[in-house]
């Protein structure tokens, strides 16, 4: 056994390249996803009971904690979008290279952050 191995690894001091952040956002992202979707669920259900059912729904979504916990799941959800098809891409063997992955990883977290922040203007 090699006596070169480190004995405390610190990892908030690990820096990591774009690529493992557009893997690890795209990780948490889909847990967001599968956390926040029985809220999602019950808020349709109670939209769709009837008229006071849907303002009840409206009401819970008109906060504005509430909001921007939308504009962050809307974010999980592009970003979640956008990684999952750079890494269909890297599947095919389309940008492995080093260059291609790092470009297409900045493309995925850029553009899901910019969509988001379009989609959050366009509702005011």
Do not use: C, E
Not at 24 to 51: D, K
Not at 86 to 94: I, K, P, V
């Amino acid at each position: 056994m090699s006596k070169n191995r480190p004995v405390f690894l610190d990892l908030w001091r690990i820096r990591l390249p774009i690529t493992g952040w557009a893997s690890i956002l795209h990780r948490i992202s889909g847990v967001v996803l599968v956390l926040t979707t029985p809220y999602g669920v019950y808020l349709f259900g109670l939209s769709l009971s009837g008229p006071a059912g849907f303002a009840d729904a409206a009401s819970h979504l008109s906060s504005g904690l509430v909001r921007v916990l939308l504009l962050m799941l809307a974010w999980s959800f592009l970003h979640h979008l956008f990684a999952g098809i750079r890494f269909l891409m890297l599947d095919l063997g389309l940008g492995i290279d080093r260059t291609g992955a790092r470009k297409s990883a900045w493309v995925a977290v850029s553009a899901a952050v910019a969509v988001a922040l379009i989609g959050w203007g366009i509702r005011l």
